[in-house]
């Protein structure tokens, strides 16, 4: 409360009247709260960003190297089993650096028409690895579930992350049930909750056997950073991450828990059109496709300069390399009639990626440039000049495949 008091004094100086005022600044400083609770996620997006750009180097470092050994000839079984095993972390390590980039939203989903027990079933044997022995992953679903449109990727975050919160809700182990279902909600449903609309809705719900979550916890979950682990057991993004998910996906989630009774997840999203077209989610298992073509690599960090190399001169291409966007367009101009391909990176000091392919097309209009970010940038609107894009870190045959298509492309 802010009060204001106005006393009025006769000619003798004896009060005759008081005007008083009382303002209620409870809203005021309720919005000045959240505006200072949004500014300080913004900040620590700008940071979570900035963190998984620098993680993404490493980890391009880690499972490139790797993968090239893996595919070395009569590669000894002990090591190959540890160097998959490293490159199996550096996997795993990746689905992080993709949390921070969705918090920071620096990273924009690609939609598409799926079947979700297709991406259920690809993505098991990983949740199993994962969870370990003691938990048990039951699967019911409904045989005539109508397909969704979503980023897979996405939706396999959504799911892990359940998962290993269904897990750490069961330290001595329990029954995780994941079951579909097609749902339709009618105008008067929608009218007790604002924010649902009437509709065609799969209905995944993800029930664990856990320990369970107070009211007051459930009230907080969704929040980032929140979490019920100790210092150094959980970073509480996981959950953050998959409300934001569920809601660029044009859907909502919903939890109801009981101490000692287990937690139940319900995520409602909106069921894709027929006339979309579908695409199968398992991975395209593409060969490593090779070539003896000139490629110029621009990268300001010099441990990705020589993994990129490796790997492309194992794919047999003669590699140029250039640390940093001004190196990479004196080299451009001084070796252009031999350069067939560039790849660069984006984020880079003095010249970034964008500026540095705007600088070649001076140079040459029709330069075939690969763009290479730790995000995933393809949809951002600045895509001139740009041929292609690879999203650190990247796999081979990810990257053996872009080439060719970039070079074969007239």
Not at 24 to 47: A, F, N
Not at 372 to 384: L, R, T
Not at 394 to 403: A, C, D, Q, R, W
Request: glycine fraction near 8%; proline fraction near 3%.
């Amino acid at each position: 409360m802010n009060e204001r008091c106005e006393t009025y004094y006769d000619s003798t100086g004896n009060p005759v009247r008081s005007i008083g005022t009382v303002q209620d600044i409870t809203e005021k400083k309720y919005l000045e709260s959240q505006l200072l609770q949004s500014q300080k996620m913004e900040v620590i997006g700008k940071l979570a960003g900035g963190v998984a750009h620098d993680f993404n180097n490493l980890l391009t470092v880690i499972t490139g190297y790797s993968e090239m050994i893996l595919n070395t000839p009569n590669l000894p079984d002990e090591v190959k089993d540890s160097l998959q095993e490293v490159y199996n972390a550096g996997v795993r390590a990746s689905s992080l650096t993709k949390q921070l980039l969705l918090f920071s939203r620096k990273s924009q989903p690609q939609f598409q028409l799926y079947d979700v027990h297709q991406i259920i079933n690809d993505y098991m044997v990983m949740m199993t690895r994962t969870l370990g022995p003691s938990i048990e992953m039951i699967v019911l679903k409904n045989a005539y579930i109508s397909k969704i449109m979503c980023d897979s990727i996405q939706f396999q975050q959504v799911i892990m992350n359940l998962a290993v919160n269904a897990r750490d809700a069961m330290p001595q182990g329990g029954k995780i049930i994941i079951q579909t279902d097609n749902i339709d909600l009618d105008a008067d449903y929608c009218k007790l909750y604002g924010y649902t609309k009437p509709g065609r809705y799969l209905l995944l719900s993800f029930t664990d056997t856990g320990i369970g979550m107070s009211e007051e916890v459930q009230n907080h979950i969704f929040e980032p950073f929140f979490t019920t682990e100790d210092i150094g057991k959980g970073t509480g993004l996981g959950l953050s991450v998959v409300y934001g998910i569920i809601k660029n996906h044009g859907g909502w989630i919903n939890v109801y828990s009981v101490l000692g009774q287990g937690t139940t997840f319900k995520i409602y999203l909106p069921i894709g059109e027929a006339d979309w077209g579908s695409i199968d989610s398992r991975e395209n298992k593409e060969e490593m496709l090779k070539g003896s073509e000139t490629v110029l690599l621009v990268d300001d960090e010099q441990c990705l300069l020589e993994v990129g190399s490796s790997i492309l001169s194992y794919l047999g291409y003669k590699v140029l390399k250039a640390q940093g966007g001004r190196k990479g367009l004196e080299l451009y101009q001084e070796k252009q009639a031999d350069i067939h391909l560039v790849i660069t990176d984006l984020l880079m000091p003095e010249m970034d990626g964008y500026q540095f392919i705007k600088s070649l097309k001076e140079v040459n209009p029709k330069v075939k440039v690969i763009l290479v970010s730790g995000a995933d940038i393809k949809y951002n609107g600045h895509n001139e000049g740009i041929s292609e894009y690879l999203v650190k870190p990247y796999k081979i045959n990810e990257l053996s495949t872009i080439v060719r298509k970039v070079l074969d492309n007239p």
